[in-house]
């Protein structure tokens, strides 16, 4: 089955939502804490997916996708950025 993107209310994506949902979010939380070692393998984790798709996206939907990644990127880091700044 799809798995919902979107909100219906206002368009935007469900980023919390999905994360939440996840087994792997799931289990990083139980403790309420986040180590190292438990950041280093979801970095891995993301890493090897990209990588899988990397190598099984057809051109033009690698280009998207890479697009898509990008904004995402920069979607985080200006998040990350302005928190700094209300610090």
Same mark, same amino acid.
């Given at each position: 089955?799809?798995? /919902?993107?979107?909100?219906?209310?206002?368009?935007?994506?469900?980023?919390? =939502?999905?994360?939440?949902?996840?087994?792997?979010?799931?289990?990083?939380?139980?403790?309420?804490?986040?180590?190292?070692?438990?950041?280093?393998?979801?970095?891995? /984790?993301?890493?090897?997916?990209?990588? =899988?798709?990397?190598? /099984?996206?057809?051109?033009?939907? &690698?280009?998207?996708?890479?697009?898509?990644?990008? =904004?995402?990127?920069?979607?985080?880091?200006?998040?990350? &950025?302005?928190?700094?700044? =209300?610090?």
């Amino acid at each position: 089955m799809k798995r /919902k993107w979107f909100s219906d209310l206002d368009g935007g994506v469900l980023f919390d =939502e999905m994360a939440q949902a996840s087994p792997s979010f799931q289990a990083i939380l139980a403790d309420g804490e986040v180590s190292d070692d438990e950041l280093v393998s979801q970095a891995s /984790k993301t890493s090897d997916l990209f990588r =899988e798709l990397d190598a /099984k996206l057809p051109p033009d939907l &690698h280009e998207l996708a890479g697009r898509a990644i990008t =904004e995402l990127a920069v979607l985080y880091a200006i998040q990350a &950025h302005r928190q700094i700044k =209300e610090v």
